[in-house]
């Protein structure tokens, strides 16, 4: 079965200070990963995957992620948080088995602090 | 627009009724799903449909029964509501491509309050 771990439910940052969200899995086959946000009152929206290749991954707003195999984690940072960075995150992992099943971790909450 | 729509955004009822949330997707998509989020922002999938057919059911009572018309639409029908039914239940559509799991596409949530 697989599972995902954030640690930390809220974390603070001051604006222009760096973001680090982390991500821990547990697959028994090799991961699909994902990091999708959630902005107040809206659905889900990715930010990255890493499927296969490289490991360090690029996303949408600024963000990227970094999968560690020998460590189980995909944590995403950014390198400079802004206002609009302030949200839920959620990371999430697949397998290839093909069924299309996201199991989400539970989720960090980002402030960002003027 | 091209999206994932969910109806209606807001929904109050009281325990013992039986309501419905239908979703709707028109980026072509073979996959949806239907996802709970709790109150503490845990989100847990339910259901997944492929092409009309049920390929995921997750533990859920059978006072949930998904319905899909056609690979466009995946409605949730919830039978005799009980307060714990009260969460957000999110509609997602993905393309079903060779090579493993996708992004998935969220609809913006129905926010069920059971009273």
């Known amino acids: 079965a697989q599972s995902v771990t954030q640690l930390g439910s809220h974390v603070s940052v001051s604006e222009g200070a760096l973001v680090l969200l982390r991500c821990n899995y547990s697959s028994s086959v090799p991961p699909y990963l994902f990091w999708y946000v959630q902005y107040p009152n809206q659905g889900l929206q990715l930010l990255l995957k890493?499927?296969?290749?490289?490991?360090l991954v690029k996303g949408i707003n600024g963000f990227e992620a970094e999968f560690k195999k020998s460590e189980t984690s995909f944590h995403l940072t950014k390198p400079s948080a802004h206002m609009s960075d302030a949200a839920e995150y959620f990371c999430?992992?697949?397998?290839?088995?093909?069924?299309?099943?996201?199991?989400f971790g539970t989720g960090t909450r980002l402030t960002i602090i003027p | 627009d091209t999206a994932v729509s969910q109806t209606p955004k807001y929904l109050v009822t009281q325990m013992g009724n039986d309501k419905s949330i239908k979703c709707e997707q028109n980026?072509?998509?073979?996959?949806m799903y239907w996802y709970k989020q709790d109150s503490k922002k845990f989100l847990k999938i339910m259901f997944s449909y492929n092409n009309k057919e049920l390929i995921i059911n997750e533990t859920v009572p059978n006072r949930f029964s998904p319905k899909s018309p056609d690979k466009a639409h995946l409605n949730l029908h919830i039978n005799s509501l009980e307060l714990g039914d009260s969460a957000v239940y999110f509609c997602a559509s993905s393309p079903r491509l060779a090579g493993g799991p996708t992004e998935q596409f969220f609809g913006p949530g129905t926010r069920l309050t059971v009273l």
């Open positions: 999430a992992v697949s397998d290839l088995r093909g069924n299309e099943k996201l199991t």
């Open positions: 980026l072509g998509h073979d996959t």
């Open positions: 890493y499927t296969t290749g490289a490991t």
